[in-house]
Each structure stands twice: as C-alpha cells, then as structure tokens.
C-alpha cells in the first residue's frame, strides 16, 4: 500500500538518520560516503562507480562505515532490480548486525527482494522476524518502514486484519517535532484497507482525517492518494458524477507528477466505468485506455485486468463486438495469472501461519514436557503413597496432550479441504480445479471434455436484488448442476459466475447432451426461496479433446472458452460446441 511513495522514499529513510554521524570527518572515505548519499538515486550509475570504488577498499571501512556502505550497496542492487544478488548480499552477514535500528533496515530491504521474486513464503519469514525486532528499534522511520512493508505484503496476501493491527501501531507511535509522518501514512494505510474490506463507511470517516494528517505534514501527495481512493470509492458505489467531479482533480494533481502510476492507473480505470456509465463512451474510452496503458507500462497486473474488463464492457456498448472479444482475451489471460500470483500467495501465507503455529505448539508442548518432569522429580523425593497420585496425573496430562494434538491434526486437515474447496459453493475451486483437470487430460485413455458455463447477465442480479441473492443464486446453480452429473465428473468455480465441469471418457455428442440438460436445470430454478421472482439462463461452451489429438489441457480450456464466447454471442441461454 502506498508502495509508489515508499518506493521513492526508501533510500531516503535507510540512509538518511543513522548514519548522519559520518558526515563530520574529512576523510576520503567518508566523503565518498556522503557523495553517495547525495547521487544514489540523481545519478545511478555514478553511484555504482563510486560504489565500485568503495568495494575496493572495504577492508579499510571502521565498522561503522562499513555497515554504511552495505546498506547503500544493497540500496544499489536493488535499484537495478538486481534482486538474487541483494538477497545473497545481504543474508550473507545480516545475521551479524547487532544494532536493531540497522538490522530492520536491511530486513526491510530483504524483504522487498523476496516479494520481487516472488518468494512470499520467505517475505512472510523476514517480516515475522522484523515485528520480533521492533520493540528494540528506536528510530521512527525505522519503525514506519517495517510496519509499512507489514501492512503492505499482508494486505496483497488479503490479511487484512493484521494489516489493520499493523496500521493502528504506526498510527500509536509517538509524535516527535510535529512529525506526522506516521500518523498519515497509517490513515491512509486504514482507508485502503477498509475499502479493501467492502467497509465503506470505515473508510469515508477515516478519509478527512488522513486528508489533514498529510496536510499538515506537508505530505499533500498522500493526501491526493486519499483523495483518489475516495473518488474511485464513490464511483465503485455508483455515485458516478460525484466521482467523476471528484476524480478529474486529482488525475490533473497526478499527471503534473511523476509518482503515483498505480494510482493513475485506477483512477483513470474508474473515470472511465463512470463515463460508460453515464452514456459518455468517447471520454470512457479515452480514460479506459489511458489506465491499460498507464499499468502495462509500470507491470501493474491487476490493474491492466481491470482496465480490460472495463474496456470490454466498453466496446460492446459501443457495438465493436470482435474490439471487445480481443480485449476479452486479454483480460481471461490476465485474470488467470492473478488467480494463480494469489493462490501462490495464500499457500505461502497460510503455510507460515502454520509453522508459526506449529513452532508455538512446539513450544507449548516442551514447556509442558518440562512441567512435567519438574513434577516427576519432586513427586520422587516423596513417598511411595504419592504413586498412585502421580500416575493419574501422568495420565490426565497425557490424555490433554493427546486431544491436543488431535485438534492440531483436524486443524492441518481442515486447512488442507479449504485450499481445494469454493467457500461459497462447495465445489473445487479454481486452483484444484485446473491441477485436477490438467492430470485428467494428461493421463486420458480416452475422450475428455470439457464444458465451460456463465451465468447470463449475473451482474444484473446483483445490482437489482442484492450481493446475498446473487451468492443465493450461485449456490443454487452448483446445488442444481450437481444433481445432474455423473459419478465421477469434475465441477469447479473458475472466479465470479464462471463455471468448469471435466468429463472424462466422454465424448463431444454425450458432453453437449449433458451440456444442455445442466442449461435447461438451471433455466428451470424457482427464484422465489430469494425473495424475488426473476429468470435465470446461462451460456454453455463445449471442446472435446481425444485421445490421440495432439493437445493438452490449455488447448483444451481455449477452445471450451471460444465456444463460450460463440454462445453469449449467439443470445445467451444456449450450449455451443467448438469443433
């Protein structure tokens, strides 16, 4: 969160408070030193000359300086995205460092390499050990750094309740010399995440005290960031020309900076629903491809998803169908490496969650082993008449210890179930689905096929009725498509109103007859148990892949995607095949 201004920043409050004391001397390495300093970010390749030079002469550095020019080192490295080497770098003699206003900076840098690379479980490990150091930092920045790269790496991970802890103690930290620094950072911090958490009215009481903060900090940037979360929020809940008036300030406040893309990129993507929205295509197109371009320039995953799901939304209202199924592709690719970054993230997340647990079981368990040998011992020095009193308590303990582990093993197995089960529907979800699925077709003795289907016009259901009707509707469908497949065939929830079934040993003419009676169960759904009266349909697209086809499971969920496509463009309510 926030990570384009701490990006910029991070130099800055690595290098610019601990070390302070070197610019004093006069010495030729100090003022390389303090030369560094001053180009390491004006001059980049300057820097790594000088940088060079320093490392030619390190065994002369004092302790002192040395540390200095570490920090600056793996500063450098990973300016230039040289991030395998910064991690070797600095895992090589981090664990020497001794004071902990240091060490949290190095960690903060080795974390932000991890992330880089993709490691979470290993940035989850380096931000566990940087919370464990805090209570003996004493420097604020220090401190706003590793909780700022808290919040952020758990907020991505959809932790947002840690994250939330994280910002309210950025928030509690003491204020020295009208420093507001930390408490902006930490409302702006609480405003992200409760939007992230669909809190809306959290965030909206939160959002003028972040304004003032940073306001009164001198951090007006920061407050532009509030102000685009705001406008975006207001659009996100259909107030569209209140976020419009809202949003084009700030874009204009943005654009005259060269911070802040992924912040441009979701302000423009907004303005852009808000103006198809209001029937002003020509400026929601302007807007729509200003975003698309914007993130795909700075690698912003999510938001070139986002701006191509609205761009579609945009070429169908303007009828250029084939512009909209060229985006649509797009998007379906995008989409699928943000299912898959995720799941990466919550396997990484919830595995470190439970080998903290586990190491804290662990922990629990010898305090208790140890509890109750001091006992054995002291039961001992007694006499014989204590026996019976002490196998009894052996027993009891042994028994606690033994339903203990019990609920940590129904613990690992019910976390297990959930990274393969759809919360919502019950039914695989998308990542057990496609591991599942692709073994399926690499290991085919014969047909496999594949129907992929979407619920018509989903969205209106949810704007008209409600988000629980629509989880209702969802349900139901699974419940009813469920009654009509066959031992053995593969059901999963791909994301949203999107639906996969696997058939194997089936071919095309048996999975288009399966196809269509799912379509008429579902078409024949009574909507009164949700209160409202309303049609439901969906749209069936078929591939089928034999044997000796040459092929695997990608080509297979193409051609199943086509043939989606073919059916919502034939009408909707309707099974079309791919041959």
């Not at 349909?537 to 297979?556: P, T």
């Amino acid at each position: 969160m926030l990570r384009t201004f701490r990006a910029l920043t991070l130099l800055v409050s690595l290098l610019g408070c601990h070390f302070c004391v070197l610019a004093k001397g006069d010495s030729d390495v100090e003022q390389e030193l303090k030369q560094l300093d001053q180009i390491i970010q004006t001059d980049p390749q300057q820097a790594r000359s000088v940088v060079a030079a320093l490392e030619s002469n390190e065994s002369s550095l004092e302790p002192q300086q040395l540390l200095h020019f570490h920090l600056q080192k793996a500063s450098m490295l990973g300016f230039f995205n040289q991030h395998r080497e910064r991690i070797a770098f600095i895992t090589g003699f981090v664990d020497t460092v001794q004071d902990p206003d240091v060490k949290s900076k190095f960690l903060y840098q080795l974390s932000a390499s991890y992330i880089a690379q993709g490691d979470y479980e290993r940035a989850l490990d380096v931000m566990n050990a940087s919370i464990a150091l805090l209570p003996r930092v004493s420097n604020t920045i220090a401190k706003m750094d590793t909780l700022g790269s808290a919040i952020a790496l758990l907020s991505s991970l959809h932790a947002y309740s840690e994250a939330l802890g994280y910002a309210n103690r950025m928030y509690d930290l003491p204020v020295k010399d009208q420093d507001l620094s930390a408490k902006c950072m930490a409302s702006t911090d609480r405003v992200e995440i409760y939007m992230q958490q669909q809190q809306r009215s959290l965030a909206r009481a939160q959002i003028p005290e972040a304004v003032d903060l940073c306001d009164k900090n001198g951090w007006t940037y920061i407050s532009q960031i509030v102000k685009a979360l705001a406008a975006i929020d207001l659009i996100d809940n259909q107030e569209y020309r209140s976020g419009i008036k809202a949003g084009l300030p700030v874009l204009r406040a943005f654009n005259s900076s060269a911070l802040g893309h992924a912040y441009v990129a979701s302000l423009e993507e907004a303005l852009a629903r808000a103006y198809m929205q209001t029937g002003r295509l020509t400026e929601a197109e302007q807007y729509g491809l200003q975003a698309y371009q914007h993130a795909e320039s700075q690698k912003l995953v999510q938001e070139i998803e986002k701006s191509l799901e609205t761009l579609v939304q945009i070429k169908r209202a303007q009828g250029q169908y084939s512009a909209a199924l060229s985006y649509a592709e797009l998007a379906l690719i995008q989409k699928n490496a943000l299912l898959d970054e995720q799941l990466q993230k919550n396997v990484a997340y919830q595995r470190v969650k439970f080998s903290v647990q586990d190491q804290s079981n662990q922990v629990t368990l010898l305090e208790r082993k140890n509890k109750i040998l001091s006992i054995e011992e002291l039961l001992q020095r007694k006499n014989s008449q204590n026996l019976w009193l002490i196998i009894a308590l052996v027993l009891v303990i042994a028994s606690a210890l033994c339903l203990y582990l019990w609920k940590v093993t129904q613990q690992k197995n019910f976390f297990h179930l959930k990274t393969q089960i759809d919360g919502l529907t019950h039914i695989s979800n998308r990542g057990h689905f496609m591991t599942s699925a692709e073994q399926l077709v690499s290991d085919r003795n014969g047909v496999v096929s594949l129907i992929l289907f979407d619920m018509d016009f989903f969205k209106r259901v949810n704007d008209s009725f409600g988000h629980p009707v629509g989880d209702w509707v969802l349900s139901t469908v699974c419940q009813t498509v469920g009654a009509v497949l066959r031992t053995g065939d593969l059901f999963g929830r791909l994301g949203g109103e999107e639906f996969a079934i696997c058939l194997p040993n089936t071919d095309a003419t048996k999975a288009l007859q399966l196809a269509q009676r799912c379509r008429e169960a579902v078409a024949a759904i009574d909507t009164a148990p949700s209160g409202f009266q309303f049609p439901l349909s969906a749209s069936f697209g078929v591939a089928s892949i034999g044997v000796h086809d040459v092929g695997n499971y990608a080509n297979l969920l193409v051609a199943a995607d086509k043939a989606l496509y073919q059916a919502k463009s034939d009408g909707r309510n309707c099974v079309s095949a791919q041959i």
